[in-house]
């Protein structure tokens, strides 16, 4: 009942932090039998969030053990379904002796992790076994890389515990794939994919080994994720692909502010094919032509940022009479939302601002400012919905503070999305306005952004050719 209640309520929470969340696939989840999610682990409780909301059927999620330590964490935590794990890192900060991580490791000690974490063992096992969907983060642990961590063994032993010691059939494991747009950044976008499921029986019953069952979740795992070599990789290539695509799709409406999170990733994943290929030929030629297309692209958005243009608006219409048809349906458009967002940012201004501060204080990692902002947020917003209402309610009557109190929410999403609208509309504007005071500007951007995109599709010719 818990679950059931609380699932609404992050779905409202998450959709307050970022601007989107879409989910690919999502048909690949079976909706009965065992299953087990192995997904990424990027941004630490939300990741578990995200997962608890996008998925249609009650999942399980698998914790450190340490969370349990307080009773009515213990207590809540239980209720939801979390399954506490011992972890090695954990119990040497505590001080207890240890070899390795029971529900991770990499090193070969099995039966002693299994003996020091048999309760967790058991615990997914007996979930499995009731028919139920269990997540396990089988890096081990959130963090900020450009790519996968390698992934520990917990998983496929656990899977293998399930099969062989407690006669569990029809395990499915279905990696699941968190991309976020700026994980940090307020009103950003998630992308999930689901990829393609592993029947295990048939693995298990062909005798593959606990090895062999990894490498194959990390490769479903790392199909539906986002991979570059460095830091420096990922920043220049999402740099460069996040020009490209608005350049291959240059007029997205205002409404739909950006191309989909989907097809920018599925851009960058081309780009980062088309950029190994060309490395690893070794040949000079190609890896000059390369890093001048890339110092271009780079040399382009450089110009636009400095105009203030959304690579987005570069094939806007300049006309008088497009103008106009926009200045009108913004206009209309704000004196029916503009109302509902005045309200929502009046009630929850102070709130959600205090939790953003909050969020932000002695930062150490990009999965915490999410976390933080959500869990902070969470208590503030409620403490300011009761206070409110309460003062409502000693003003006028019972039936004025139901009144306001329903109000709440739906004007908070209101204002939100209202403002991506108005932010866009406001690009929009910029880049109209500079280009009817230049007209040759506009022609000159065309130009330039048509030779980037000739130039990116002989590139991608050129790594095809074998």
């Given amino acids: 009942m818990l679950y059931e209640l609380l699932k609404p309520v992050v779905g409202v929470a998450l959709h307050w ?6 989910i690919e696939g999502i048909e690949r989840v079976p909706t009965v039998g065992p299953v087990v999610l192995a997904v990424n682990h990027p941004n630490a409780l939300v990741d578990a969030l995200v997962v608890g909301y996008a998925v249609p059927r009650r999942v399980r999620f698998t914790a450190k053990a340490t969370i349990f330590a307080h009773p009515l964490a213990a207590k809540f935590l239980h209720t939801v379904g979390v399954v506490p794990l011992r972890r090695a890192s954990d119990e040497r900060a505590a001080g207890t002796p240890t070899t390795t991580d029971a529900a991770a490791s990499t090193e070969p000690n099995a039966e002693r992790n299994a003996e020091r974490n048999a309760a967790s063992f058991e615990a997914v096992a007996h979930a499995l076994a009731e028919q139920g969907a269990i997540v396990i983060f089988p890096e081990g642990k959130s963090h900020d890389l450009p790519q996968l961590a390698p992934l520990r063994t917990g998983l496929a032993r656990m899977t293998m515990q399930a099969y062989q010691l ?13 991309l976020f747009e700026r994980k940090e950044a307020p009103r950003s976008r998630v992308l999930i994919q689901v990829g393609e499921p592993i029947q295990v029986d048939p693995l298990l019953e062909a005798g593959v080994s606990v090895a062999t069952l990894t490498e194959l979740v990390a490769a479903r795992l790392a199909a539906v994720t986002l991979n570059f070599d460095s830091p420096d990789d990922a920043e220049r290539l999402q740099r460069v692909g996040g020009t490209l695509s608005a350049l291959l799709e240059p007029t997205s409406s205002v409404a739909e502010g950006t191309p989909a999170l989907g097809r920018v990733l599925d851009l960058l994943r081309r780009l980062d094919r088309v950029h190994s290929e060309l490395r690893a030929r070794d ?7 390369l890093d001048a297309f890339e110092a271009r692209v780079r040399a382009f958005r450089a110009r636009l940022d400095e105009r203030g243009i959304d690579p987005h608006d570069v094939a806007i219409s300049a006309q008088a009479s497009a103008g106009m048809r926009f200045a009108l349906r913004e206009a209309l458009l704000a004196m029916i939302a503009a109302p509902i967002g005045l309200w929502g940012r009046l009630t929850h201004f102070v709130p959600i601002q205090l939790a953003r501060r909050l969020a932000l204080r002695n930062v150490h990692a990009l999965d915490e400012p999410a976390m933080r902002t959500l869990v902070v947020g969470a208590l503030l917003v409620l403490a300011a919905y009761i206070m409110q209402t309460a003062l409502v309610a000693s003003v006028a009557s019972g039936w004025w503070a139901l009144a306001f109190f329903l109000t709440l929410v739906p004007s908070a999403s209101g204002d939100l999305q209202y403002g991506d609208r108005t932010r866009r509309a406001r690009d929009r504007a910029r880049a109209y306005f500079a280009f009817r005071r230049d007209p040759g500007l506009q022609a000159k951007l065309l130009a330039e952004a048509d030779a980037i995109r000739q130039d990116a599709f002989a590139l991608e010719r050129l790594a095809a050719e074998r």
């Fill in 166 to 178: 407690h006669g569990v059939r029809g395990v499915r494991i279905v990696p699941i794939g968190l």
């Fill in 17 to 22: 932090y970022y601007r989107s969340i879409l």
């Fill in 283 to 289: 040949d000079a030629a190609l890896q000059a032509r």
